[in-house]
């Protein structure tokens, strides 16, 4: 099920609109186009206990960005600063993404 395709990519800032992080941005680190998911810093905190590695060191409960569906983040374009839609123009042999509000092209 590929729902996101090429519309969001790591990198890009995004605006959670549902769930519990709702209303923040966060910058996407990584894509899971096959399950229409995305992992944002700071968005869907989970603990996760880890082992001691070495001698002498204790485990710990370290915090990780969960998975979530990408239908719960929208695009902020970088140039107006707006929560948008992802629009697309072939130019040429390439494909750009770009904004439905101002137009711009990235």
């Known amino acids: 099920m590929n729902v996101i395709g090429s519309k969001i990519k790591k990198g890009d800032t995004v605006l959670i609109i549902s769930g519990k992080d709702r209303g923040r941005k966060g910058k996407v680190l990584r894509v899971f186009p ?14 996760k206990h880890t082992k001691p590695r070495r001698q002498g060191e204790k485990g710990q409960v370290v915090q990780i960005p969960a998975p979530f569906s990408a239908g719960k983040a929208k ?3 970088s140039h107006c600063g707006k929560a948008t839609r992802v629009g697309f123009v072939f130019a040429g042999d390439e494909k750009h993404r770009t904004c439905k509000k101002c137009g711009v092209t990235t």
């Open 34 to 47: 096959q399950q229409g998911r995305l992992t944002v810093e700071g968005m869907n905190m989970r603990k």
């Open 75 to 77: 695009l902020v374009c």
